[in-house]
């Protein structure tokens, strides 16, 4: 693990999490974020599954249920922006996961795009521990996914 890596981990955490029968899936092309946020969510007790674009992500999706997914925008093969569009569109409602964006300043460049896809929170790189958790316990907190209470 990289030092700039460790630099997300420098304030207090539990050090024995429970840790969730949930697993969340990352969709993030670049391996230095894949690997800061599966130990994010390691820390907070979640364990992950990680996809490198959103093709392979939709594909996870038919063959099992994540209830989180947590999308980066820009990604080779197929970005996250259409990949939300197809998990959305696609997905049976029973089968529908919660989406967190976790993107640099992207997101809020593309706003009004993001906003037509019924994500259910964001979340701009690099984030501190301390908010990833919130953000994370709050959303998986809901009884459904966005699209389902609009």
């Not at 919660?98 to 906003?115: C, F, P, Q």
Request: aromatic share 6%.
């Amino acid at each position: 693990m990289s030092r700039i890596g460790m630099a997300l981990f420098s304030f207090s955490c539990p050090a024995n999490p429970v840790m969730s029968s949930e697993l969340i899936l990352i969709v993030e092309d670049n391996p230095v974020n894949q690997k800061v946020a599966q130990m994010m969510l390691k820390r907070i007790g979640f364990d992950s599954d990680v996809a490198d674009n959103g093709k392979i992500a939709t594909e996870l999706l038919t063959e099992r249920h994540y209830p989180l997914v947590l999308m980066d925008a820009q990604m080779p093969v197929m970005d996250g922006i259409t990949a939300t569009r197809w998990i959305r569109a696609e997905l049976p409602a029973e089968r529908q996961p919660r989406i967190v964006v976790m993107t640099a300043s992207l997101y809020r460049d593309a706003k009004g795009e993001w906003d037509t896809v019924a994500i259910d929170g964001w979340a701009e790189k690099p984030i501190k521990l301390e908010q990833f958790e919130k953000l994370i316990r709050e959303v998986l907190s809901r009884t459904e996914s966005k699209l389902l209470s609009s």
